[in-house]
T-cell receptor, first 114, second 113 residues
Framework: NAGVTQTPKFRVLKTGQSMTLLCAQD?????MYWYRQDPGMGLRLIHY???????AKGEVPDGYNVSRLKKQNFLLGLESAAPSQTSVYFC?????????????FGSGTRLTVV | DAKTTQPTSMDCAEGRAANLPCNHS???????VYWYRQIHSQGPQYIIH???NNETNEMASLIITEDRKSSTLILPHATLRDTAVYYC??????????????FGQGTILTVHP
């Protein structure tokens, strides 16, 4: 049981490049989330999904797109990376609502945009 | 979701109990209190949550005041590995709510030898 797996773990992008971050969970969770964390700050919700084929905007969605084609996967896309998107990105999943065990987070993707 | 207020930082001696306070005076009746922690550079880890009653699990205890306006997370025997940022979060959960978590600044707990 791997929990929540994020790939890649590290990435350096040039301004204007695009990339996709992959989040995979093997716990059959209905809900999945993408957060970003900037130095010295708490996590901010980018997008979330309450089920396969559905996504919604969170607190800071601009510059990002997401897709949930399969229940176990949640993809975060950056179409044209900007230095302001340099951050650590965390994916999380949960049963409907939060359930007994709360969210399970991945180990993060450290993205630098130069 | 109701806002929470936590001290910026706290210290604790190894082996002693760590008591982390949280104020959530605007909490509504259907909102739970959740605690997560984040050890340096790792993803946050769920610790415990509660609605009205005190809760205990293998990691910690959660004490919620009768008026639910504040709570305390207790780590009964802190170890060096408990050094982390602790987040107190108030959120709806269950039913059809997607249970969005809003992370504030949290409390930096440093456990000293």
């Amino acid at each position: 049981n791997a929990g929540v797996t994020q790939t890649p773990k590290f990435r350096v992008l040039k301004t204007g490049q695009s990339m996709t971050l992959l989040c995979a969970q093997d716990m059959n969770h209905e809900y999945m989330y993408w957060y970003r964390q900037d130095p010295g700050m708490g996590l901010r919700l980018i997008h979330y999904s309450v089920g396969e084929g559905t996504t919604a905007k969170g607190e800071v969605p601009d510059g990002y797109n997401v897709s949930r084609l399969k229940k176990q996967n949640f993809l975060l896309g950056l179409e044209s990376a900007a230095p302001s998107q340099t951050s650590v990105y965390f994916c999380a999943s949960s049963y409907r609502g939060q359930g007994v065990y709360g969210y399970t987070f991945g180990s993060g993707t450290r993205l630098t945009v130069v | 979701d109701a806002k929470t207020t936590q001290p910026t930082s706290m210290d604790c001696a190894e082996g002693r109990a760590a008591n982390l306070p949280c104020n959530h005076s605007t909490i509504s009746g259907n909102e739970y209190v959740y605690w997560y922690r984040q050890i340096h550079s790792q993803g946050p880890q769920y610790i415990i949550h509660g609605l009205k009653n005190n809760e205990t699990n293998e990691m910690a205890s959660l004490i919620i005041t009768e008026d639910r306006k504040s709570s305390t997370l207790i780590l009964p025997h802190a170890t060096l590995r408990d050094t982390a940022v602790y987040y107190c979060i108030v959120s709806e959960a269950g039913g059809t709510s997607y249970g969005k978590l809003t992370f504030g600044q949290g409390t930096i707990l440093t456990v000293h030898p």
